[in-house]
């Protein structure tokens, strides 16, 4: 197969690392994944071409990993937490600490295109992921039994708007609401985090909101919504988890309505 075709898979954890190799794979394309967490490892060394591990810091290594397969085309997938790359700063090598040193800041947008402007200078494009995952977006419905009251739609209205203006500042895409109170916005921790800490103060139901940043990079960080997501509601005091229809990755649509209508979880594409 023509060089071309090689795509690296750049990918951390979640479930959407195996559903995009499987979507590149029937596109034709041979995978190499670059696992960066040891979760991404194990899910596609049996499915990818090949498979090598590094820590997201070791860019100097990715990079001449790049060369010597002849990969030109790049696609990142899953999560990797920051938190972690903060925590273990002494792993980043000269070419990370370089990279990162040049940016004004280390929100994820920046972090983002330090390193699509680095991959570009080793001729490597970073592919967009609804290339591969478009199939996954949903159109505006509500998927539960459970349906929003009147007054549950005013918040997720609300907290869409908020949650918008969030995400142009790079801050979050996720904010918690009640009674058209924001009672957590999502920040470095991560959505299931910020959900626990809104519910602290919802002391009960409470609307999730979940939304693309306005002038969103699909190479990037696209909003996600899975089962962990459902089952932190459920656990922390229940009631809607309303997302952006058209602009989030919903993995296993069938088996999330499944387990919203069983935790009483009412599921929304707004």
């Not at 991959?119 to 995952?133: A, D, G, M, R, S």
């Amino acid at each position: 197969m023509s060089q071309n075709n090689k795509l690296a898979v750049v990918a951390g954890n979640g479930e959407l690392t195996t559903l995009l190799v499987k979507s590149a794979h029937e596109q034709g394309f041979t995978t190499c994944a670059i696992a960066v967490t040891e979760e991404a490892k194990e899910r596609l060394e049996e499915l990818c071409d090949k498979t090598y591990k590094f820590s997201p810091g070791q860019l100097s290594k990715i990079l001449e990993l790049m060369r010597s397969e002849m990969i030109h085309q790049a696609v990142f997938i899953g999560k990797v937490p920051k938190l972690d790359l903060l925590r273990n700063i002494y792993k980043l090598d000269w070419v990370a600490i370089k990279t990162l040193s040049r940016l004004s800041n280390l929100n994820d947008d920046s972090i983002h295109n330090g390193i699509a402007d680095l991959l570009k200078k080793y001729n490597v494009e970073i592919l967009p992921q609804t290339k591969f995952l478009k199939h996954l977006f949903l159109e505006k419905e509500v998927l539960s039994k459970r349906k929003p009251t009147l007054e549950e739609r005013v918040d997720i209205e609300y907290g869409f708007s908020v949650a918008k203006k969030i995400g142009s500042l790079d801050i979050g895409q996720t904010v918690i609401v009640k009674n058209r109170m924001i009672l957590a916005v999502e920040a470095i921790e991560g959505t299931d985090e910020a959900i626990k800490r809104g519910y602290e103060f919802a002391k009960g139901e409470a609307v999730v909101v979940k939304v693309s940043k306005p002038n969103q990079d699909e190479r990037f960080d696209i909003p996600t919504i899975g089962e962990k997501t459902i089952q932190t509601l459920a656990n922390n005091g229940g009631g809607i988890l309303a997302f952006e229809a058209n602009k989030t990755i919903v993995a296993n649509k069938e088996q999330l309505i499944k387990i919203a209508d069983r935790l009483n979880i009412c599921l929304v594409a707004v």
